[in-house]
């Protein structure tokens, strides 16, 4: 189980690697530390599984001296771990290399000899290598220009997996940078998958932005905002005298050809409803940091509902009692009904949309000496807090067992709502900016995890509260 108490912003687990051979499955991850320094202490770690659902093995440390890492089985049972270096000197040096290590699988242990397979092109930031090999050549594919709007994917390829590795004729084999104007843009960071009807494709990460009206395209903010964060994009791949291309063009495309296999049911819905029935949480929900425990909340205490504990406030990166899931639209509706009777003013339960620790709202029922419970809404926007409610809060009727609460998200601004019945409901009479939960707006290094919508519940008095909540929506509009 991860521990990632005190993790920084968009820390933590980066780039997790999953490959199959030797009848069984192989997963390499980062535990990133620190993002904002020579430093980012990475620890990475692999575990191997016989099953995709487990039970995983304990982790194997393969060293903190980088991040994004993969692991290349080659066809004479040898692998091989490849990975970007990083500190403390290559924090100027924006090219930087990609490394590789053979691994022994017997002993769990690395050969102490390095080899440099790549030092990168102008596009700089070289990171997220894989290797395949194909055809008798090895391809050694990698991310190049940043996880913003110069993201890349650049492939070489070589005879022998040391090199020389020669680049592809195109440079980039993807990129969205020379079309400011297309739907999906920084495109970057693949990996290479054949089906078993002999077809190739590609994953990858991109970013479906928002552009503000008025904003000429080209100007500085012009290409938008993603409050969506990265999300991932797939493209059909041909080969064309021995190198890969995608077909259609070099930029992410919107519809791809699918393969030639048997079509498999699935919800395009979006809409999700979560009514904690049962012994564990939905997959679509997560927690920050560390996994659902007791010392965060039960579904067992009063079955039928999520009882979260109060914790830390949202600004902690300790332990926080949020559960909460992605936004995957541009507009939605949220909604939960919660029970709460705080009974001091450091105690609090409702709904968040949440970026990070320095940016969020959260839309809230505490207490207030002489008043009794009532609403009230905070934001945190570059960590400078605003308080709009501050001194005419909404006062919460005692006689209400139960309050609703609710968020609309409408592209660019969003709305919270309440109600004491489930029927009538009344705007909060604040209007926030979604643009602004965005990898843009946020900026900084290493934020692209795009916002999230929650349940919440915070207890700094320590007398000890907590919060049931009966029910959690997600509907886009």
């Known amino acids: ?114 080899k440099t397979l790549f030092t990168g092109t102008p596009l700089c930031y070289t990171e997220g290598a894989h290797l395949y090999r194909h055809a008798g050549w090895y391809y050694l594919m990698v991310a190049e220009g940043g996880t913003s709007y110069e993201h890349a994917v650049v492939v070489l390829r070589s005879k022998t997996i040391d090199g020389p590795y020669e680049l592809h004729p195109d440079v980039t084999m993807m990129t969205s940078w020379h079309l400011p104007e297309n739907p999906l843009q920084k495109s970057g960071h693949g990996s290479l998958l054949q089906t078993h009807t002999g077809e190739w494709y590609m994953a990858y990460l991109t970013s479906r932005p928002l552009r503000l009206p008025g904003v000429p395209l080209l100007a500085s903010g012009g290409r938008g905002y993603c409050p969506l964060g990265r999300e991932t994009g797939i493209a059909r791949i041909e080969w064309r005298d021995g190198w890969p291309y995608v077909e259609g063009g070099k930029h992410a495309q919107l519809a791809v050809k699918g393969p030639q296999v048997a079509e498999q049911p699935a919800s395009v819905t979006g809409s999700w409803r979560e009514d904690f029935d049962g012994s564990t949480l939905d997959p679509e929900l997560q927690t920050l940091r560390i996994p659902f425990d007791d010392t965060l909340g039960s579904l067992t205490a009063r079955p039928g509902y999520l009882r979260l504990y109060g914790n830390d406030s949202l600004n902690s990166t300790f332990t926080q009692s949020t559960v909460a899931r992605r936004w995957q639209h541009f507009a939605f509706r949220s909604e939960t009904r919660m029970q709460f009777s705080p009974v001091h003013f450091q ?131």
């Open 1 to 114: 189980m991860l521990d990632m108490k005190g993790n920084p912003d968009s820390g933590g687990i980066w780039a997790p690697c999953l490959s199959y051979a030797d009848g069984k499955f192989w997963l390499l991850y980062t535990d990133v530390k620190i993002v904002d320094s020579p430093w980012k202490n990475g620890r990475n770690f692999l575990v191997t599984a016989p099953s995709i659902e487990g039970p995983w093995s304990e982790p194997i440390p393969m060293g903190n001296g980088g991040f994004d890492p993969s692991l290349f089985h080659d066809h004479d049972g040898r692998k091989y771990y490849l990975y970007r270096p990083w500190g403390p000197r290559h924090h100027s040096n924006p090219h930087n290399t990609i490394v590789m290590q053979e691994f022994d699988p017997q002993t769990g242990t690395l050969s102490p000899e390095r």
């Open 347 to 477: 105690q609090s339960a409702g709904l968040t949309c949440y970026y990070n620790s320095k940016n969020w709202s959260y839309c809230f029922v505490d207490y207030e000496e002489g008043q009794g419970r009532t609403i009230k809404v905070i934001q945190l926007d570059h960590n400078v807090p605003s308080w709009p409610l501050h001194e005419q809060p909404i006062p919460v009727p005692e006689s209400a067992e139960s309050v609703w609460l609710r968020v609309e998200v409408d592209t660019l601004v969003y709305r919270y709502s309440y109600s004491f019945d489930g029927e009538t409901w009344h705007t909060v009479p604040v209007t926030y900016e979604a643009w602004k939960l965005s990898d843009d707006y946020i900026g900084g290094r290493g934020f692209f995890t795009g916002a999230f919508v929650g349940l919440h519940c915070e207890d700094i008095s320590g007398d000890g509260c907590h919060a049931d909540f009966d029910y959690f929506t997600y509907e886009p509009l």
